[in-house]
C-alpha cells in the first residue's frame, strides 16, 4: 500500500502562487507515474499534470500550461506542483496520485493511478 500525503493548499488571491506537495510512504506495487488532479464542486476529477518518474517527462493540461510546473525529488516519492499566476477557475480540490505509466492511451494523463491522497484545497479569490 501506499499512502500519499498533499500539503501547500490555502487562500491566495488571483495572480499569486501556491506549491503543492505529495509525499508518497509506504510499500505498495511498482509505481513509475505521479499525478496532480483536480475537482470542481459536483464534477469528476480531471487532470492537472503527471511526471513520469522514471524519464522525468512531464505533462500538462492546456489550462495551466505556462503557469503550473510539476517535480519530482527523492526517486519520485515526492512530487510539487508550483502554481503561479493563479485565477479563480483554478479554485477546487487538489489530489495527488501515484501509478504506472501507460503510453498506449490517447487519455491524460498517460497513466494508471492506483492511489490517492485526501485531497487539499486551492482557493483563488478574484
Known amino acids: 500500500q501506499w499512502q500519499l500525503a498533499e500539503s501547500g493548499g490555502g487562500s491566495v488571491p488571483a495572480g499569486g502562487s501556491l506549491r503543492l506537495s505529495c509525499t508518497a510512504s509506504?510499500?505498495?506495487?511498482?509505481?513509475?507515474?505521479m499525478g496532480w488532479f483536480r475537482q470542481f464542486p459536483g464534477k469528476e476529477r480531471e487532470g492537472v499534470a503527471y511526471i513520469y518518474t522514471g524519464s522525468g517527462t512531464t505533462g500538462y493540461d492546456d489550462s495551466v500550461k505556462g503557469r503550473f510546473t510539476i517535480s519530482q525529488d527523492n526517486a519520485g516519492k515526492r512530487v510539487d506542483l508550483q502554481m503561479n499566476s493563479l485565477k479563480p477557475e483554478d479554485t477546487a480540490v487538489y489530489y495527488c496520485a501515484t501509478g504506472t505509466y501507460y503510453s498506449a492511451t490517447s487519455s491524460f494523463p498517460p497513466c494508471l493511478f492506483g492511489y490517492w491522497g485526501q485531497g487539499t484545497q486551492v482557493t483563488v479569490s478574484s
Open positions: 509506504g510499500n505498495g506495487y511498482s509505481v513509475n507515474c
